[in-house]
């Protein structure tokens, strides 16, 4: 049985940082592509940032670019999300997701991944 589960949000002020986690399991094969979504209260949930598990390539929301870094320690199915210079816009639950196939669709829809993490909470004070 597939599972994600993420871990190491927290309440941080702003201009802090934050590694988040998410630890994986269950995969028959490694999934092609893993993702991390956020959902802020009262909002839909949003793309945030994909990496291909093993190319390595990733793609990041415009908002974010520069401030965070998603990234993957194979060895340990584990999946990363460092996040630098956080600003209370920022605030939401953090979702992983993985994908276990190609698709000639960009990785940036919800609709695009097969197994979801149940979300870890991220809230950064003014």
């Known amino acids: 049985q597939v599972q994600l589960a993420e871990s190491g949000g927290e309440l941080v002020q702003t201009g802090g940082s934050l590694r988040l986690s998410c630890a994986v399991s269950?995969?028959?094969?490694?999934?092609?592509?893993m993702g991390w979504f956020r959902q802020a209260p009262g909002k839909e949930r949003e793309f945030v940032a994909f990496?291909?598990?093993?190319?390595?390539?990733?793609y990041y929301q415009d908002s974010v670019k520069g401030r965070f870094t998603i990234s993957r320690y194979s060895a340990e199915n584990t999946l990363y999300l460092q996040m630098n210079n956080l600003k209370p816009e920022d605030t939401a639950v953090y979702y992983c997701?993985?994908?276990?196939?190609?698709?000639?669709?960009?990785?940036?829809?919800?609709?695009?991944?097969?197994?979801w993490g149940q979300g870890t909470q991220v809230t950064v004070s003014s």
């Open positions: 997701a993985a994908r276990t196939g190609y698709s000639s669709r960009w990785y940036t829809s919800q609709s695009e991944y097969d197994y």
């Open positions: 269950g995969f028959t094969h490694s999934p092609y592509v």
């Open positions: 990496i291909l598990w093993f190319g390595g390539g990733t």
